[in-house]
């Protein structure tokens, strides 16, 4: 073979390497900003576990309270009208302080400039790397959603569907019982009660819920005996 001709064969399947190696890079990366913005990472960050296990008392008490507050003002106006209530009272406070150091500032006759300047020098734009970063985590978020969604809708695996039809036949109850707001409010009450609860009964509720993980297993197990589907699954895996 034409020793040109073998130097360029290499240097074709070495580019070739480096392209797949570099992809298999790209999406590695990806993943890995996927799964450190997805809502699980975030709540099993150290912060927010402390925060749910109040190891500082005054700090999980301020968030739970101004949390709670939020929901039960949402509950009772519209969101336009806390967002309104909310933006008023911040700047009734900036204006006020403002107000507040430009008189102490004549009566003194000091020249401190403004109160807000340190802020106002502060850059808050958001670097490109950031916002690409983000934007391709939720489009790999999106994705993944869409393929599962395709793939119980079209009933690719019959057990997995008929598992979304019973869950959303259960949800049709508690919508008729629940708003969203409510569901909200009972979400943030349970984030901030379970886990001191947890905590403390660790031993009892890992005994009850591996008992109610065998049962449901062996149910499970049961049923899929029984649908042709779900064998050819078992088959193949």
Same mark, same amino acid.
């Given at each position: ?7 360029? /064969?290499? =240097? =074709?399947?070495? &580019?070739?390497?480096? $392209? ?38 005054? *700090? ?14 949402? !509950? !009772? +106006? ?5 967002? =309104? ?19 102490? /500032? ?5 020249? #401190?400039?403004?109160? +807000? ?13 950031? +916002?690409? *970063?983000?934007? #391709? ?7 993944? $959603? ?13 057990? #997995? ?9 259960? +949800? ?14 009972? @979400?943030?009450?349970?984030?901030? @009660? ?11 509720? #890992? /005994? ?15 049923? /899929?005996?029984?649908?042709? &589907?779900?064998?050819?699954? =078992?088959?193949?895996?």
């Amino acid at each position: 073979m034409d020793p040109m001709t073998q130097s360029a /064969q290499i =240097s =074709s399947s070495q &580019g070739i390497a480096d $392209g797949q190696n570099s992809a298999a890079a790209k999406e590695s990366k990806l993943s890995d900003s996927f799964l450190s913005s997805s809502p699980v990472s975030l709540i099993q960050s150290p912060q927010v576990k402390d925060l749910i296990h109040w190891r500082d008392p005054k *700090k999980s008490g301020l968030v739970f309270g101004l949390s709670m507050l939020m929901l039960l003002s949402l !509950a !009772a +106006f519209s969101i336009i009208s806390v967002a =309104s209530y909310l933006l008023l009272a911040l700047l009734c406070v900036t204006i006020t302080f403002r107000i507040y150091k430009s008189v102490v /500032q004549a009566v003194q006759k000091s020249s #401190d400039g403004h109160p +807000f300047k340190s802020l106002i020098e502060k850059d808050v734009s958001i670097p490109p790397e950031t +916002f690409r *970063k983000h934007v #391709d985590a939720s489009l790999t978020y999106i994705n993944r $959603g869409l393929k599962q969604m395709s793939r119980l809708f079209l009933v690719e695996d019959l057990v #997995d569907s008929l598992k979304l039809a019973v869950v959303m036949w259960l +949800f049709t109850y508690v919508g008729a019982v629940f708003n969203g707001i409510t569901i909200l409010i009972l @979400a943030d009450i349970l984030l901030f @009660a379970v886990p001191p609860i947890y905590e403390k009964n660790k031993t009892q509720i #890992d /005994q009850y819920i591996d008992v109610a993980r065998t049962q449901i297993n062996t149910t499970m197990a049961k049923l /899929q005996e029984k649908l042709p &589907g779900a064998m050819k699954r =078992s088959k193949t895996e």
